[in-house]
């Protein structure tokens, strides 16, 4: 064992376990290097050589050896037994190592012969799978290609016969479209050689469905629309076909549309009826050609829903077929294979599409500003007549039993709404023209109607009824600008009567008496002025008659029923006159105090918004009576005047208030406002704002 062996062992064991010998080495300045484990032979030669002679060291060293190898001999012969052992269990490794080595040289060879058994067959194998595969591809497109031919000579069968069926050569050409689909069949010189002629007949049968088809949706033919439906489902083509022919109708109609109002299109239509009418601004028609041009715009109008119709029509009847077709070999229902279940049917598709169309026709040539715009404008009665008619017709024609109406009673609405915009058009001119014949009843200063004129103002309104009857729908819109028109009819008769002569005789009469009363009787009292003895007497006397003239004043304008906006200015003009003559005439306003006040302070509250009232200053200068006597103007007709509920005329309430106490007054007040809320309880109609504010400030007297 070197001195590298002795190292290595005494590092992999504690201090505790070393022998004596190591013991002592490792505390000997010359041995314990060489129980460093990275002792270095040359680095401890060159350290030993600076310190020693070699000598020395070698003798040293030597000693060292000898001292290890008695310790060796020690230790073999107190292990010998165990020693003996160890070299028993090598000798049964080796053994056992030697069987494994037998066996895997064995087994090599074993894998080796079965390698050389193998690979040649399953080379053979592979061959011939690519061989079987490849057999299979061939059979297979054998097969279709006989199938193909086949299918070929019996199309060619049905081609050349006398009565050929048209479904049949469409399952034909379906059958071999399939084929086709299944696998390339290009290269095969036997189909290359049909292809031409495949062509040639899909096309011309393909062609005969469309005639077919076109002629069966013309003469609403159920058994040629089923049989050549019949062709387009066998083509594979069922649901495109009938999707395309929806929007062919569509798309025709919006040409169609387009075409009946074009100025142009119209003009050449009038003027190919008769002598030629010229169309120098965008197809308006010359003066001497207005009546045909109108002629030739109503006849393209009725040509435009007559094709409405037709097409509506063609629909309902293809979609009819199509719930009632069943395919011979499936019993599949055609119309279970375009429609899913929620979606609009072919009829409603169609109708939404062709009103849209519709729509925007009729709002391009509004917009256009054309002499279509006008003549529709004022002929729009006859273009509802028109839409009434046709959407009648249709209702009528479609109406079958067991099957829905190609439209429903409630679809007027949308073709209503597609003309809407000549219909407003109408109603705003029927609207100006009876405005315009109330106003020229009130115009120039004119006096109050005459019943003439009453007469010919309702022989007017019969008229624009008269022109939109029997069309109750309207007949109802025009009513409704009646009645505005109506409304402005009282606003004139109002104004009329608060500014005319009978409205005016009233405070002239007033005013005349002030300055007569002035001339006569105050000028006498006291011709040397209002001052002492008689002028002061008199000046007292005038005092209390201009302050009784204001208060009686504020009382009876607050008791006027109704007050219109222009009667509120009629009575605020009328303050403005009064104050001006009492002042002139009797006494100096500004002296008259509470009167006065009452009188100041009435005139913006006629302008008040009935909310801002309680809160409304004006009411510290105003009698609480008279406040609540001016509202009732404000309310609705169920809110009786006091005066009115108990049967007095204004003078008569007049006197009798100055006969009793607010309070009293109060009460019959609160009489009608109770009696007023019962009312609208029974009825079950709100009550009027003014009721809670009349009740708030009445609850102030006390």
């Known amino acids: 064992m070197d001195d590298h062996a002795i190292a290595t062992e005494s590092s992999a064991h504690g201090p505790e376990q070393l022998c004596p010998v190591l013991k002592q080495f490792q505390q000997d300045r010359h041995y314990s290097a060489f129980l460093n484990p990275n002792f270095e032979a040359t680095a401890y030669s060159s350290t030993v050589l600076s310190q020693s002679t070699a000598t020395a060291s070698t003798q040293a060293l030597e000693e060292g050896i000898h001292a290890l190898e008695a310790e060796l001999r020690e230790e073999v012969v107190a292990r010998h037994s165990e020693l003996l052992s160890q070299v028993g269990s090598l000798r049964d490794t080796e053994n056992t ?41 061939t059979v297979d497109l054998l097969r279709r290609v006989i199938r193909m031919l086949k299918l070929i000579a019996k199309l060619r069968e049905q081609q050349n016969s006398k009565t050929p069926d048209l479904s049949k050569a469409a399952k034909i050409i379906s059958d071999i479209d399939m084929l086709q689909l299944e696998g390339d069949l290009s290269g095969v010189d036997v189909l290359e050689a049909e292809a031409g002629w495949l062509a040639a007949v899909g096309k011309d049968v393909r062609s005969k469905a469309e005639a077919q088809l076109k002629q069966g949706m013309n003469t609403l033919s159920q058994a040629e629309v089923g049989s050549v439906l019949q062709v387009y489902y066998n083509l594979g083509e069922l649901k495109p076909t009938v999707h395309m022919l929806v929007a062919k109708y569509v798309q025709q109609l919006g040409t169609h549309m387009a075409d009946c109002l074009n100025p142009a299109k119209i003009s050449a239509v009038s003027a190919a009826g008769g002598a030629a009418v010229g169309t120098p601004r965008g197809g308006a028609p010359q003066a001497g050609g207005a009546q045909r041009w109108q002629q030739a715009l109503w006849q393209q109008l009725g040509s435009c829903m007559e094709a409405m119709h037709s097409a509506v029509v063609a629909i309902w009847h293809l979609q009819r077929v199509l719930a009632k077709k069943r395919d011979p070999i499936t019993h599949v229902c055609f119309i279970d294979t375009l429609l899913v279940p929620g979606q609009p049917t072919l009829t409603e598709k169609l109708w939404n599409e062709v009103v849209e169309v519709l729509q925007n026709a009729l709002v391009n040539s509004y917009n256009g500003g054309t002499a279509v715009k006008e003549a529709l404008v004022l002929g729009y009665p006859r273009l509802a007549a028109l839409l009434d008619s046709m959407f009648t017709r249709l209702l009528r024609d479609t109406e079958v039993k067991g099957i829905s109406a190609a439209v429903k009673p409630e679809d007027l609405k949308q073709l209503e709404k597609a003309a809407e915009v000549y219909c407003n058009g109408y109603l705003n001119r029927s609207l100006t023209r009876m405005s315009e014949s109330v106003t020229a009843l009130f115009s120039g200063g004119r006096a109050a109607p005459t019943p003439s004129d009453a007469n010919k103002l309702v022989g007017r309104f019969k008229e624009e009824l008269d022109s939109v009857l029997p069309d109750a729908r309207l007949a109802a819109l025009v009513s409704q600008g009646l009645s505005t028109t109506m409304k402005l009819l009282g606003e004139k008769c109002e104004y009329q009567l608060a500014t005319g002569p009978e409205a005016r005789q009233y405070m002239e009469e ?42 009686m004043f504020v009382r009876h304008a607050a008791l006027v029923r109704p007050l219109s906006e222009s009667g509120k200015l009629r009575l605020a003009k009328d303050m403005a006159e009064l104050e001006i003559a009492v002042g002139q005439n009797l006494y100096p306003v500004e002296q008259l105090g509470a009167q006065y006040r009452s009188l100041r302070a009435f005139r913006p509250l006629l302008f008040l918004d009935t909310a801002q009232v309680p809160s409304s200053p004006l009411l510290h200068e105003l009698p609480i009576s008279v406040v609540m006597h001016h509202l009732y103007t404000r309310g609705p007709k169920e809110l009786v005047s006091p005066h009115m509920r108990a049967g007095l005329s204004p003078a008569q309430y007049s006197l009798w208030l100055d006969q009793h106490t607010p309070e009293e007054v109060w009460k019959g007040v609160k009489g009608t406002l109770d009696s007023y809320a019962q009312i609208m309880k029974t009825v079950g109609k709100e009550i009027a704002p003014v009721h809670p504010i009349m009740l708030t400030l009445g609850s102030t007297i006390s």
């Not at 061959?127 to 490849?134: D, E, W």
């Open 97 to 137: 190592l030697g069987i494994v080595r037998s066996g895997v040289a064995s087994l090599k060879e074993t894998v080796a012969r079965v390698r050389a058994e193998i690979a040649e067959p399953y080379r053979q194998i592979q061959t011939r799978t690519r061989q079987l595969a490849a057999l299979n591809e």
């Open 510 to 551: 007033l005013l005349k008496v002030v300055a007569f009363f002035r001339a006569e009787f105050s000028q006498r009292i006291a011709p040397g002025g209002l001052g002492k003895g008689k002028g002061a007497v008199a000046a007292e006397l005038m005092c209390a008659q201009a302050a009784r003239l204001l208060e």
